[in-house]
């Protein structure tokens, strides 16, 4: 048996979040083309048989899915920050993801410098790139003296095999941490406040994306209570929507991803400016 840990590092919207779920061929982190858009470092679990591992032992890899890593604005900027150089030490394997479309910048080589020298760059979003452009970035990406590089796509998968072998070759003889059932280890209502705010990313657009949180108060049976926190009373207008429209749509949204006969209830509230004020990320769950 193998087992170990892996991290997937690097700027916001590189696409970390899909290619965790990709690897796992399910949803474990919530994703959307807005900065930022994960808060929390959430592990996947990924199960290999040894029929199924490149080694030829059944081997279980811990994904660890972190913030991105950016310049930070606000005291919840550097709360991401922190939560995702806290999972870099005494891992066995951290990823660099990279975007194929996008110059390789001083970002990328900022989180370059604090991973060890037997990190792997992954190049992601390779299905939005030809050819000459992913060699370039390749090129690029090659002055970071990384291990071993990778160009994927986690969009369609291409790529996503190999680099998965590489990483299974990697992980050291060791005991399961987790039963075979557990694809992730995120507790339930944080999975369902995440998901109500990842449908809030996508219907509002560019509208207060960083401004909103969310956590569930109450969970009775199949009754959820989730409530929507802003920062200012003008945006629990925006939330809300004309007519309830934008806080209906997010809880249609929302419930399609729910058990059946999951009754959710959304609340908005404001909460000042909390965005500024680390005391209230525990409450949060940040």
């Not at 944080?190 to 449908?199: I, K, M, N, P, Y």
Request: some cysteine; proline content about 6%.
């Amino acid at each position: 048996m193998r087992s170990g840990f892996v991290t997937l590092v690097g700027r916001p919207n590189v696409g970390k979040s899909t290619l965790l779920n990709r690897i796992l061929g399910t949803k474990a982190s919530i994703t959307s083309d807005k900065a930022q858009t994960t808060r929390h470092a959430v592990r996947g679990v990924l199960h290999l048989d040894a029929s199924d591992a490149v080694t030829g032992e059944a081997t279980q890899i811990v994904f660890v899915d972190t913030p991105g890593i950016h310049k930070p604005r606000t005291p919840l900027g550097e709360h991401l920050n922190a939560t995702a150089t806290a999972e870099l030490p005494d891992v066995d394997v951290a990823c660099l993801v990279i975007d194929a479309t996008a110059p390789l910048g001083r970002g990328d080589r900022f989180v370059a410098a604090q991973l060890p020298t037997d990190a792997i760059v992954v190049v992601n979003k390779c299905d939005l790139a030809d050819r000459g452009r992913i060699a370039a970035q390749l090129d690029a990406a090659s002055s970071l003296d990384a291990d071993a590089y990778f160009p994927v796509s986690a969009r369609t998968g291409d790529g996503v095999a190999a680099l998965v072998d590489e990483l299974a070759g990697r992980m050291p003889e060791g005991p399961p941490y987790y039963p075979r059932e557990v694809v992730t280890d995120t507790p339930e209502a944080t999975w369902v406040a995440e998901l109500v705010r990842e449908q809030l990313l996508g219907v509002l657009h560019d509208e207060v994306p960083h401004s909103v949180a969310t956590r569930v108060t109450e969970w009775e049976g199949k009754r959820i209570r989730c409530e929507i926190l802003v920062e200012r009373e003008s945006q629990k207008g925006i939330v809300i929507g004309h007519g309830g429209s934008v806080i209906a749509e997010v809880g249609k949204r929302a419930r399609a991803q729910l058990d059946p006969g999951v009754y959710l209830e959304l609340f908005v509230k404001v909460d000042k400016n909390w965005q500024r004020h680390p005391e209230r990320f525990d409450r949060l769950g940040l």
